[in-house]
């Protein structure tokens, strides 16, 4: 009888291990599948045994919903690694960073202002920021599009902005800064979900208002679903908790232990060794595919140039989550078809701002199958290129 081989797999025949020579490669979602050989080596000391009478109330007894050595640990981690500043900062948790986003949308909004706050964020940009704020219609807030449209107008002075700045970038792994920083009534979130030694050199310790991290790209437990957001002000850090206790009453306790042990595992030898292992990685994938590219004339990347990175000391060569890349030929204006002729799923650049379809993002972080066979489609679609009709 023929197995049932994994539906998403590109392998079949009777023990399914044929490669499946139309699959496309998969270059789409921003699963961190490449930290899971590192998981795999440490799966003793990662393993989770929660008997069943453990912690089975609701965890508002300690009002903020959170543990206290998780939340120890998570300051540890950062002062280690050097991405963020944490004393005298408050920290709230989220079932994810994507419930925190929208939970600092709430906060840094104003229930009486007579007009609602503008959302923005520089494009190109993550689509969720304005997905997530159109959804909830809020009379407090709307989205507003792209960041760099508000920064001369006279227009503005009496505006208020909640700016979204994610640093480093999805989709392009710039490290930005906030575009309407200076405007008297512009607040910001500062999405650093990639602001980890695997994607990013950290040049110094950030210390904005709003900071938000998530374990999603820190460990690669994207479905664990925990973040967390460190936060200067008080009023903010009330107005969040007070979210997320209406919102999803705290977040799951199992989460947090899971969270906790990761974080534990990470931190064993100084985080020395998962952030070497991932930086490795992602530095090889670039260099591979910045090669592979580098003579084509129908496709670009974004410029990436090697930084300081004060947690390795030492200048690094680029190393970012996902590819931005643009079909440079006139006739090419919808890149992600272009690409999807060819065996490769992206994600649309339009659905990161408007006019971009001369855009793909292409997903960097998956399995090594993944990039082997993306970098296979790539090789020849760009090999090709002195063939075309
Ligand atoms: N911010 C950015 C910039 C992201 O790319 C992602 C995930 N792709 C998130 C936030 C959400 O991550 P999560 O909810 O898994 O923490």
């Known amino acids: 009888k023929e197995p049932i081989c994994d539906c998403n797999s590109c392998y079949g025949g009777p023990d399914c291990s044929l490669f499946l020579p139309a699959c496309p490669a998969n270059a789409d979602s921003g699963d961190p599948y490449f930290l899971e050989p590192f998981w795999m080596q440490h799966a003793t000391s990662s393993a989770l045994v929660v008997a069943g009478w453990h912690r089975m109330g609701y965890s508002y007894s300690d009002h903020s919903f959170i543990s206290p050595e998780l939340e120890s640990h998570i300051r540890t981690l950062h002062s280690v690694v050097g991405n963020a500043i944490t004393a005298g900062r408050y920290i709230v948790f989220g079932a994810g960073s994507t419930q925190l986003l929208n939970a600092a949308v709430n906060a840094l909004s104003s229930d009486n202002s007579s007009t609602p706050a503008s959302v923005v964020a520089l494009f190109p940009y993550y689509p969720v920021y304005k997905l997530q704020t159109e959804l909830f219609q809020s009379k407090n807030y709307r989205f507003e599009g792209d960041a760099s449209l508000w920064e001369n107008r006279t227009s503005n002075a009496t505006m208020n902005f909640i ?172 890149c992600y078809s272009v690409l999807e002729a060819a065996g490769i799923t992206g994600r649309e650049g339009g659905l990161f701002g408007a006019e971009l379809d001369r855009y793909v993002r292409l997903s960097l972080i998956r399995s090594q199958d993944d990039f082997d066979l993306l970098l296979h489609r790539l090789r020849k679609i760009s090999g090709e290129e002195g063939a075309k009709p």
């Open 163 to 334: 700016e979204f700045v994610t640093s480093p970038n999805n989709p392009d792994g710039q490290l930005r800064k906030a575009v309407l920083h200076g405007h008297p009534n512009a607040k910001a979130i500062h999405d650093h979900a990639y602001y980890w030694p695997h994607f990013s050199p950290i040049p110094t310790p950030a210390d904005e208002d709003v900071m938000i991290f998530t374990i999603s790209k820190l460990t690669g437990h994207a479905g664990a679903r925990f973040g967390w957001a460190i936060i200067k002000d008080e009023a903010v850090y009330e107005r969040m908790t007070t979210y997320m206790t209406l919102n999803t009453f705290g977040v799951s306790r199992d989460s947090q232990l899971r969270a906790l042990k990761l974080i534990k595992v990470v931190l064993e030898d100084g985080a020395r060794e998962i952030f070497e292992f991932g930086y490795e990685i992602m530095r090889d994938r670039w260099e591979k595919l910045s090669k592979t590219l580098s003579t084509s004339k129908r496709f670009s990347l974004q410029k990436l140039a090697p930084q300081y990175c004060s947690f390795s000391q030492k200048v690094r060569a680029p190393s970012p989550a996902y590819a931005w890349l643009k079909c440079e030929r006139e006739e090419d204006r919808d």
